[in-house]
């Protein structure tokens, strides 16, 4: 193509610029994030080729700008960060960095090196529904993680009984109890029959009856904390509780839409057709999978999004294999969540793994051997779009 065009991506404005093949700059545009920026942007550079015929590159491959070029028939094409970050000693021996010089060194980078990357081919609307909900959800798992464990460790600084009388600070029972007895104070006349009645308040559906549970609570330290101190730590605990209150329900019900929805996606059902994937999983494997089968042309391609496939560094005698660290890392956990899980219902999944282990492999290494190799199925399985079956998986079948 006679045009090359780069796009260096900013919160307010975007660097826009357009190169010929001898490397000249055509064009220099500054767009703003808004509808004029963006339509004038499109305007000018309809000015200096059709659409179709002036690809763009850009170093962050989603969000508003990239759907905007891609509805207006620009071709799109995604270059990683560390690929400009090499590349910079080609333009410049200083360190300095502008947006323009950024936008004119992508769209070079495109000119000259333009074969190796691949155009942006977006996923159908459901599934980037679904990326959305598991990303969205993920983010918030984070978020209850990251507040359960504040909250347990605020609780274990002046009232560790609380912090260890049920057994997930975050369950709707333990963050009852919180609410309900912030202080060690407010706990002091608790015995037996009241938190028996609690209990059945709140319709507690453990295994554990109220005298072992009062037994937990008063084998813990006891807080050395002063009352003003308890007290101001205990509105701290009911703020906390209050917001994971409200977080958990939402969480779950995203779950729930999310369980729904990977199971009406015929890759959906691919998916989950392998053992222990579950519906979760199967979302979280399927949203960064997509539904484009020249995304990934082999097996390997897979394998390196998803973190699975070890790098290796060789120069004369030495030699070193470590893990691989670019990628895909919503993939690779998705991916080596299932694999953990495959094995504790897949024979040979547990062969694998067992085997990895004998020879030194410390647990996530093995995970990682094991996910490497249903990778190869899983591929197999989404470029047919086919189910797994079991009966041919010819080395599952050796095995059992």
Same mark, same amino acid.
């Given at each position: 193509?006679?045009?090359?065009?780069?796009?260096?991506?900013?919160?307010?404005?975007?660097?826009?610029?357009?190169?010929?093949?001898?490397?000249?700059?055509?064009?220099?545009?500054?767009?703003?994030?808004?509808?004029?920026?963006?339509?004038?942007?499109?305007?000018?550079?309809?000015?200096?080729?059709?659409?179709?015929?002036?690809?763009?590159?850009?170093?962050?491959?989603?969000?508003?700008?990239?759907?905007?070029?891609?509805?207006?028939?620009?071709?799109?094409?995604?270059?990683?960060?560390?690929?400009?970050?090499?590349?910079?000693?080609?333009?410049?021996?200083?360190?300095?960095?502008?947006?323009?010089?950024?936008?004119?060194?992508?769209?070079?980078?495109?000119?000259?090196?333009?074969?190796?990357?691949?155009?942006?081919?977006?996923?159908?609307?459901?599934?980037?529904?679904?990326?959305?909900?598991?990303?969205?959800?993920?983010?918030?798992?984070?978020?209850?993680?990251?507040? +359960?464990?504040?909250?347990?460790?605020?609780?274990?600084?002046?009232?560790?009984?609380?912090?260890?009388?049920? +057994?997930?600070?975050?369950?709707?029972?333990?963050?009852?109890?919180?609410?309900?007895?912030?202080?060690?104070?407010?706990?002091?006349?608790?015995?037996?029959?009241?938190?028996?009645?609690?209990?059945?308040?709140?319709?507690?559906?453990?295994?554990?009856?109220?005298?072992?549970?009062?037994?937990?609570?008063?084998?813990?330290?006891?807080?050395?904390?002063?009352? +003003?101190?308890?007290?101001?730590?205990?509105?701290?605990?009911?703020?906390?509780?209050?917001?994971?209150?409200?977080?958990?329900?939402?969480?779950?019900?995203?779950?729930?839409?999310?369980?729904?929805?990977?199971?009406?996606?015929?890759?959906?059902?691919?998916?989950?057709?392998?053992?222990? +994937?579950?519906?979760?999983?199967?979302?979280?494997?399927?949203?960064?999978?997509?539904?484009?089968?020249?995304?990934?042309?082999?097996?390997?391609?897979?394998?390196?999004?998803?973190?699975?496939?070890?790098?290796?560094?060789?120069?004369?005698?030495?030699?070193?294999?470590?893990?691989?660290?670019?990628?895909?890392?919503?993939?690779?956990?998705?991916?080596?969540?299932?694999?953990?899980?495959?094995?504790?219902?897949?024979?040979?999944?547990?062969?694998?793994?067992?085997?990895?282990?004998?020879?030194?492999?410390?647990?996530?290494?093995?995970?990682?051997?094991?996910?490497?190799?249903?990778?190869?199925?899983?591929?197999?399985?989404?470029?047919?779009?086919?189910?797994?079956?079991?009966?041919?998986?010819?080395?599952?079948?050796?095995?059992?």
């Amino acid at each position: 193509m006679p045009f090359h065009g780069g796009l260096d991506w900013g919160g307010t404005a975007h660097a826009v610029c357009v190169v010929d093949d001898a490397g000249q700059v055509v064009a220099r545009i500054e767009a703003r994030h808004d509808a004029a920026g963006l339509a004038d942007m499109l305007a000018r550079l309809r000015k200096i080729a059709p659409p179709a015929e002036l690809p763009i590159a850009i170093e962050r491959p989603s969000g508003l700008i990239v759907d905007t070029l891609i509805g207006a028939g620009h071709p799109v094409v995604p270059i990683h960060p560390n690929v400009v970050k090499a590349c910079r000693p080609r333009y410049r021996a200083a360190g300095g960095k502008s947006d323009p010089g950024d936008a004119y060194m992508i769209a070079d980078i495109l000119r000259t090196d333009g074969h190796r990357f691949r155009p942006l081919q977006p996923a159908s609307d459901e599934i980037r529904a679904l990326r959305a909900l598991v990303r969205g959800r993920d983010d918030l798992v984070a978020q209850r993680v990251a507040l +359960a464990n504040q909250l347990r460790s605020l609780l274990e600084s002046f009232w560790p009984g609380a912090a260890a009388i049920f +057994a997930a600070i975050d369950s709707p029972i333990a963050l009852a109890f919180i609410a309900r007895y912030p202080t060690p104070d407010s706990a002091s006349r608790l015995g037996e029959k009241r938190l028996a009645s609690f209990m059945a308040q709140h319709a507690y559906c453990g295994r554990r009856s109220a005298a072992e549970l009062l037994a937990r609570l008063r084998a813990a330290p006891a807080g050395l904390a002063s009352e +003003a101190e308890a007290d101001a730590k205990g509105e701290l605990a009911r703020a906390l509780v209050a917001v994971l209150e409200r977080l958990v329900p939402e969480i779950a019900r995203l779950s729930s839409r999310i369980e729904h929805a990977v199971a009406e996606l015929p890759d959906g059902k691919i998916v989950m057709s392998f053992p222990r +994937a579950g519906r979760i999983c199967a979302a979280q494997i399927l949203a960064e999978l997509g539904d484009i089968r020249d995304r990934f042309q082999t097996e390997d391609q897979l394998a390196a999004e998803a973190g699975v496939a070890p790098v290796t560094h060789a120069s004369g005698k030495s030699r070193g294999v470590v893990c691989r660290f670019a990628c895909n890392k919503a993939l690779r956990q998705a991916i080596t969540c299932f694999a953990d899980n495959s094995r504790h219902a897949s024979g040979w999944a547990a062969a694998i793994y067992t085997r990895a282990r004998e020879r030194g492999c410390k647990h996530a290494h093995a995970v990682r051997i094991l996910a490497r190799a249903w990778v190869r199925v899983l591929w197999r399985a989404w470029r047919d779009g086919v189910p797994y079956d079991p009966a041919r998986h010819q080395a599952a079948v050796r095995i059992a």
